[in-house]
């Protein structure tokens, strides 16, 4: 089944304590993403990849350090969380560059940062 | 700033009746829109899109209308059904990037 898994579903941790999100895609795309959602403000990209060890800044990037060492995977650290970024946490593929493609999202990752 | 917004945050409609949700983008390099459906507990879905060549984009009960003069675009659901209830987004694209409105909750009453 095509799809994007992101792992964990639910984390709940402590200021400065690092963690990753892990994100894959089996679709082969190109193009990977990733987004947070906040009440009132949507969805907000934080990163992106357009092709493998190719990634770029998105509109909120500050706190967020992303990489694409292979296509299927572009996981999400956050080397010292704050409690600003408590949010619901979305990755998301394309086959090819984001703007003119279909993006494929996964599940969510809800983290809570006390 | 932002780019494109959904100044209807929740819209209620009958079952059956059309419902219309509403989007207006202030970017104009923007020239690819789609629309995503959300449910609780899952990552958003494609629905429809519509390039800005086109001013309107059919799909069994959903239609999505450009127009690029008012920078705005709509989309029409007929009729409603209880299981299109849920948060949609407009996004606006332009080659590396999607930008996404802040979303309509739509409730259908039955």
């Known amino acids: 089944e095509a799809q994007v898994t992101q792992n964990p579903r639910y984390l709940i941790t402590v200021t400065g304590k690092k963690l990753t999100v892990t994100c894959s895609q089996n679709m082969n795309h190109e193009y990977m993403s990733w987004y947070r959602q906040d009440p009132g403000l949507g969805l907000r990209q934080i990163y992106y990849?357009?092709?493998?060890?190719?990634?770029d800044k998105g509109d909120v990037p500050e706190g967020y350090k992303v990489s694409r060492k292979e296509k299927r995977n572009f996981p999400l650290i956050l080397e010292s969380p704050s409690p600003n970024q408590t949010s619901l946490y979305f990755c998301?593929?394309?086959?090819?560059?984001?703007?003119?493609?279909?993006?494929?999202f996964g599940p969510g990752t809800r983290l809570t940062v006390l | 700033d932002q780019q494109v917004k959904q100044n209807s945050p929740s819209l209620s409609v009958q079952e059956g009746r059309i419902s219309i949700l509403n989007c207006d983008y202030t970017?104009?390099?923007?020239?690819?829109f789609l629309w995503y459906k959300k449910y609780p507990a899952e990552g958003p879905t494609f629905l429809i899109s519509?390039?800005?060549?086109?001013d309107k984009n059919e799909d069994g009960r959903f239609t999505v209308f450009l127009n690029k003069s008012a920078k705005h675009l709509s989309l029409h659901i007929v009729p409603s059904q209880p299981g299109d209830s849920a948060v949609y987004f407009c996004?606006?694209?332009?080659?590396?990037?999607?930008?996404f409105g802040t979303g309509t909750r739509l409730t259908i009453i039955p």
């Open positions: 996004a606006a694209g332009g080659n590396e990037k999607l930008t």
């Open positions: 990849s357009m092709n493998v060890e190719v990634t």
């Open positions: 519509i390039s800005s060549i086109k």
């Open positions: 970017n104009s390099m923007f020239d690819y």
């Open positions: 998301a593929s394309s086959l090819f560059q984001g703007g003119y493609n279909e993006q494929f």
